[in-house]
């Protein structure tokens, strides 16, 4: 099951485990069930802490292996195989449950340690799903912590019957003790903070203690790290407050255009920046959204659970989204057929008709990716052209199974209550209204700024929503700065967004070490 390679670098991480772990194993009948059965016991050959033996729980998922402390009475259960983007969170459940101590906070273990109530989370997930791990890991390291909660994930094309039953279209899907609790991308502070009434509270009162930064960067993605680096090399005091550390680039698959690396991941290169970031003195602030920017004393972001940050200058890095269709039914039906990240959600829609929308690099590329997994993919273009790259058209031609359809203007997503089934277009040039009979509907259409919180504020936005700024980053008002996607940068890359943060970064460095003590900032 695992090869030599992975073995030996295994049995290094299991060496610093100090308590047994039991390996219990579910079986049936199938193929993946003697995946599972070759997995756990190449596991267990790694470590004299590990045993393997059979589930004795008659109500458990058959097939899947449970990861147990029979010191801590800890349970955290993987129905599937958890390999591909899970075979990390299968390790780390290892590592924690046999006594490794985690990254997490000693807040956020505090945290955990002090929940009392039963909490029994599911997950279901897509094994190509890149935002998955992130909610499956969370819920695990809680699980390892605190006997009181169980955590199981579910890889929901194997127990399809289950993802049918409780309608899930839409991963990373979790629920608690039977109910549904979130869906999509949430960070183990989000997860807290849901279960636990008084989290918000304590964590607002720790941030409005932190003194006045000299840079604070908003936002967390490329942009946001680099701008936070070359601030952090320049020796001033700077912090990030980050909704999703990594942004967008969290939920990118390939990544082939990054100069000086042939290939990467987009959650591998996440990891690399916010590794990069920690190497310096940055106050990292996760899960916060900012909702507010004034002046008082200096520049404040007030942050949705209520805290306060003051800074002497700003740099504002916070990305964009992709766009909504903005019709009919879309909203009704986001996350039960009408999705937004082909990675994560094409395998729930296996061996079924889907639609794309949207004809650039984007849009085509989904429809590729799609093509190997559903029954058929109708591409979906509002223009007379394709704006794809010429080799995704051809490659996308080749595939039998893909539809391109011009000049479409949909015009609703169409349903039964509970999930998509087709939708509404207009021929933009006969007008005749046509309408498609689908499982799920891929949204790829561009992206939209997260600047709405600014709109109050005396930053001038394009007429698109963009933070407009100079050659030096510089914003309308005097000490802010804007770097990335949010801006009007012609060029949404991420190697554009990383040097469009270092520009801001030098030019909020440029505003700072011009004011004398006794100037004061003045707001246009």
């Known amino acids: 099951?695992?090869?030599?390679?992975?073995?030996?670098?295994?049995?290094?991480?299991?060496?610093?485990?100090?308590?047994?772990?039991?390996?219990?194993?579910?079986?049936?009948?199938?193929?993946?069930?003697?995946?599972?059965?070759?997995?756990?016991?190449?596991?267990?050959?790694?470590?004299?802490?590990?045993?393997?033996?059979?589930?004795?729980?008659?109500?458990?998922?058959?097939?899947?292996?449970?990861?147990?402390?029979?010191?801590?009475?800890?349970?955290?259960?993987?129905?599937?195989?958890?390999?591909?983007?899970?075979?990390?969170?299968?390790?780390?459940?290892?590592?924690?449950?046999?006594?490794?101590?985690?990254?997490?906070?000693?807040?956020?273990?505090?945290?955990?340690?002090?929940?009392?109530?039963?909490?029994?989370?599911?997950?279901y997930i897509s094994l190509s799903c890149q935002t998955c791990p992130q909610v499956v890991q969370a819920l695990n390291l809680m699980a390892a912590n605190n006997s009181n909660i169980k955590a199981t994930m579910i890889d929901g094309a194997l127990f399809q019957d289950e993802v049918e039953q409780r309608n899930i279209l839409a991963v990373p899907a979790v629920y608690l003790n039977g109910q549904p609790f979130s869906q999509g991308a949430m960070s183990l502070t989000d997860i807290l903070n849901k279960v636990d009434s008084k989290g918000a509270e304590r964590q607002a009162a720790s941030l409005n203690e932190r003194s006045q930064f000299d840079v604070l960067v908003v936002g967390g993605g490329p942009a946001g790290a680099s701008a936070a680096i070359y601030s952090a090399r320049k020796g001033l005091n700077t912090g990030i407050v980050a909704d999703r550390f990594g942004g967008q680039v969290a939920d990118t698959l390939a990544i082939e255009n990054f100069i000086s690396i042939k290939a990467t991941e987009g959650p591998k290169l996440v990891a690399q920046l916010e590794e990069h970031v920690k190497e310096y003195d940055v106050d990292v602030m996760h899960n916060q959204r900012a909702v507010g920017l004034s002046y008082k004393n200096g520049y404040e972001i007030t942050l949705e659970n209520g805290a306060v940050l003051s800074t002497k200058s700003l740099v504002l890095a916070t990305g964009a989204r992709w766009r909504e269709m903005n019709v009919a039914g879309e909203q009704q039906y986001r996350g039960h057929g009408v999705a937004y990240c082909p990675h994560c959600d094409g395998p729930l829609f296996k061996g079924k008709p889907v639609a794309v929308i949207g004809g650039g690099n984007s849009g085509i590329e989904a429809a590729i990716d799609l093509a190997n997994i559903v029954e058929h993919v109708t591409v979906l273009e509002f223009a007379d052209t394709l704006r794809a790259d010429e080799v995704l058209i051809r490659k996308a031609k080749s595939l039998k199974n893909i539809t391109i359809i011009k000049n479409a203007q949909t015009t609703e997503v169409l349903g039964d209550g509970k999930k998509v089934t087709g939708l509404s277009y207009t021929d933009r040039i006969s007008g005749e209204n046509k309408q498609l009979n689908l499982a799920g509907i891929f949204v790829q259409i561009g992206l939209i700024p997260n600047t709405e919180w600014l709109k109050d504020s005396n930053v001038e936005l394009s007429q698109f929503g963009e933070i407009i700024i100079d050659a030096k980053g510089a914003t309308s008002l005097a000490g802010v700065y804007a770097a990335g996607d949010a801006t009007t940068t012609p060029f949404k890359q991420i190697i554009i967004a990383m040097g469009s943060g270092a520009t801001a970064s030098l030019g909020a460095f440029d505003y700072l070490i011009r004011q004398t003590p006794s100037e004061e900032q003045r707001v246009a």
């Open 1 to 123: 099951m695992l090869d030599t390679n992975i073995k030996n670098q295994l049995k290094s991480h299991f060496a610093a485990i100090a308590d047994p772990v039991e390996l219990l194993i579910a079986l049936d009948d199938s193929k993946k069930s003697i995946e599972i059965d070759n997995l756990a016991n190449d596991i267990a050959s790694l470590s004299d802490k590990f045993l393997v033996r059979d589930n004795p729980d008659s109500g458990v998922r058959r097939p899947s292996i449970t990861v147990s402390s029979p010191i801590r009475d800890s349970q955290i259960t993987f129905a599937g195989v958890p390999m591909g983007h899970e075979f990390t969170s299968l390790v780390l459940a290892l590592l924690h449950t046999g006594g490794h101590p985690s990254k997490a906070s000693a807040a956020d273990l505090e945290q955990i340690k002090s929940l009392t109530q039963p909490l029994e989370f599911e997950v």
